[in-house]
Nanobody
Framework: QVQLVESGGGLVQAGGSLRLSCAAS????????MGWFRQTPGKEREFVAA????????TYADSVKGRFTISRDNAKNTVYLQMNNLKSADTAVYYC????????????????????WGQGTQVTVSS
């Protein structure tokens, strides 16, 4: 069992930055690929970024490529999402998720591939 707790969301002006964190419980964090997803009311949850178990590979949605960076610290059981040059379209609830496995990050782009989810943190970008 893995429990995930996100933090770092908030209100920011367009063009600003935020860093989301996701702290995981348990001693097997390095056995999981990690992902970030986001969701707005009335829409499906969408993939944002993923990172492989060791951090060696990362994958991004086209909409955030070049602006967001996913990283992880396995010693701290934490995954991060650095978000720069934020746009109003980035407003959403952001969720982190964990997927068992050692594949490349490009494998982990679908919701059903993830085993555990956090509660989410709200990010609001004002224009």
């Amino acid at each position: 069992q893995v429990q995930l707790v996100e933090s770092g969301g908030g209100l920011v002006q367009a063009g600003g930055s935020l860093r989301l964190s996701c702290a995981a419980s348990g001693r097997t964090f390095s056995s999981y690929a990690m992902g970030w997803f986001r969701q707005t009311p009335g829409k499906e949850r969408e993939f944002v970024a993923a990172i492989s178990w060791g951090g060696g590979s990362t994958t991004y949605a086209d909409s955030v490529k070049g602006r967001f960076t996913i990283s992880r610290d396995n010693a701290k059981n934490t995954v991060y999402l650095q978000m720069n040059n934020l746009k109003s379209a980035d407003t959403a609830v952001y969720y982190c998720a964990a997927a068992r496995g050692y594949a490349s990050s490009s494998h982990y782009f679908g919701i059903r591939q993830y085993d555990y989810w956090g509660q989410g943190t709200q990010v609001t970008v004002s224009s």
